[in-house]
Structures are given as C-alpha cells and as structure tokens.
C-alpha cells in the first residue's frame, strides 16, 4: 500500500522526502494507525501521531494544526476508549 505511491507518482509526497534525503523508506517496518471515511478525522488523528513521534521523524508536516490543549483532550478520548 506504502510502496506503490513511491514507484508510481514521482511527484508523491513520499517520493518528494525520499529524493533529496537519499533515505529508503523501510516498509516492512510500517503500520497503518487508522482508517476513516472523514478527512478531517484522520487529518486530526495525522497531528496527533506527527506530534507524538515527532516532526524530524515523519515525513510529512501534519495537515491540519493541533494544540497542546487539544492532544491533551486526545490523550483523555483515546485513554478512555482503549
């Protein structure tokens, strides 16, 4: 799922990081956090993730801005979900 976007479009974001940083993505390494119909959830669950692992450790910035404020709100949701 991860590998053909880096094959097939050039111009695809992950094509974009991997070109200039002369890094290889390792894609048996990879998991899929999550699925949504809604974009603007998984663009909030995007933020969260980038801002848990850290920016220097994705590849992309996120695509919506996420608060400390609302993380924290995450953080009591998901704890409280799981």
């Given amino acids: 799922e991860h590998a053909a976007p880096l094959k097939q479009s050039p111009s695809g974001q992950l094509a974009v990081h991997c070109d200039p940083c002369e890094c290889t993505p390792v894609f048996s390494d990879l998991a899929i956090l999550g699925r949504y119909s ?6 909030i669950h995007e933020a969260y993730a980038i801002k848990e692992k850290g920016v220097d ?4 910035e996120p695509s919506v801005a996420l608060t400390d404020k609302g993380r924290l709100f995450l953080d009591k949701e998901w704890a409280r979900g799981k």
């Fill in 38 to 43: 809604k974009k603007i959830t998984w663009e």
């Fill in 57 to 60: 450790k994705c590849i992309s």
